[in-house]
Structures are given as C-alpha cells and as structure tokens.
C-alpha cells in the first residue's frame, strides 16, 4: 500500500525539501514563527530544527502507519477494499499539513504568512473530501467512524458511514464558506460548532440503529 500513496510520498517530499531548503538560509539561532493566534499574530516560536521539520515528521508518521494498515489492521480484507478512500483520506490531510508548513516559512522570510482563513478553508476541503469517500470505507479498526456499534455490525457500519459523509460534505460546505464569510477570531469557534454537533449526532445515530437491530433480532 506504500507505493500506492505515491501522490502523498511525492508532497511529503516537497514539504520536506521545502523544509531543508529553509533551513539552510536561516541563522541558526533564528526564531521560527510555528503559531498564530486568531487574530493571525505569531504567539508562539521554535529553533529551525524544530519549526522546519515538525510538520514533514507529522506527515511521515502518518505515512507510515497508514502504509502498514495491511499488517496492522485486523479487517485486512476490508482495508483492501477501502483503498481509494484511504488514499483520499491520507492525501487531503497530507496536504491540509503542506498547507500549515507554507505558512511557518513564509512566515520566517517575513513574507505575509497564510492567515487563519485559509487554514480552515483548507480544513474545509478536508472534511468535505473525507465526506465524499466515508461511504466507501468498509469496517475496520483504523479509519472511520468508529463506535463500539459500527465496528460491532457491518449494516450499522454501512448507514452510519453514507449518513455520516454526507454530513461531512456539508460541514466541509460551511466550513469553507465561513472562512471567507466569518472574521479571524470566530473561525475556531465556527469549525467547532460544526463538527461537534455532527460528530455527536452520528454516534448517537450509530446507537440508535444498533438498538434497532438488537430489538429486530430478538422478536
């Protein structure tokens, strides 16, 4: 499956040589810019070593583990069967990452960093991509939504994924329509009061479908 991520393992590189090519052009005692607030201010700085290669070690590491699903993941049949939307999944966060390591190095070079609103538009596409592929995934232990009902019976698993993408899209929707909609400060609180109340309702639903298989079950 490694070999499969190639579009992922390609912009890993690019962030990674992004990375080292910063590296090389600042001082080593340089303060790198790795956390804006709100307001888009920089409220938190790192050594080079740290702020230029910590979003290129995020994005190894979950190379990786996905990479090795196949010996990992209990359902390796299932996951063979997920494959595209893992791929999907693995590549949109890969590149939500690309995104965030952007902006610490414009940051660095004093150039205008990528404000709070493009990093929750680019969060946006993510949840919207993630959606568009839920319904694809077949139970498994690693990817999706995981409650103790879903990964307890394949039907819950099924019709809580295709209610649950279709949810995801939209808040990917709003998300993204709220970056250019809302101002700076609010956007955290506009993707939390999104995903929170979707994410609460689909446990519930997977629950509520559970209960109603049990109960079928046992007229």
Excluded: C
Excluded at 64 to 84: D, H, M, T, V, W
Excluded at 89 to 103: E, I, K, N, S
Excluded at 125 to 137: F, S, V
Excluded at 176 to 184: H, K, P, Q, T
């Amino acid at each position: 499956m490694m070999a499969k991520f190639r579009f992922a393992w390609a912009l890993f590189a690019l962030t990674l040589a992004s990375g080292i090519v910063a590296f090389f052009m600042v001082a080593p005692d340089a303060l790198i810019p790795v956390h804006w607030n709100a307001h888009g201010e920089v409220d938190d700085w790192a050594s080079p070593i740290f702020g230029l290669f910590l979003i290129p070690g995020f994005q190894l590491l979950m190379l990786l583990i996905f990479a090795a699903l196949p010996i990992l993941e209990p359902r390796k049949e299932n996951i063979g069967k997920s494959q595209k939307a893992v791929h999907a999944v693995v590549f949109g966060t890969v590149g939500v990452l690309a995104v965030a390591q952007t902006a610490i190095i414009t940051g660095t070079f004093g150039y205008e960093p990528l404000g709070p609103k493009t990093i929750i538009a680019a969060v946006g596409i993510l949840l919207a991509i993630i959606g568009n592929y839920m319904g694809k995934l077949q139970s498994n232990f690693f990817i999706g939504i995981r409650t103790p009902w879903t990964l307890s019976s394949d039907t819950v698993w099924k019709k809580t994924h295709r209610l649950g993408g279709k949810l995801f899209i939209l808040a990917g929707a709003l998300v993204v329509m709220g970056s250019f909609l809302i101002e700076a400060p609010y956007l955290v609180g506009l993707v939390l009061g999104v995903i929170l109340p979707i994410t609460l309702y689909i446990i519930f639903y997977s629950w509520r479908l559970w209960r109603q298989e049990t109960a079928r079950k046992n007229d």
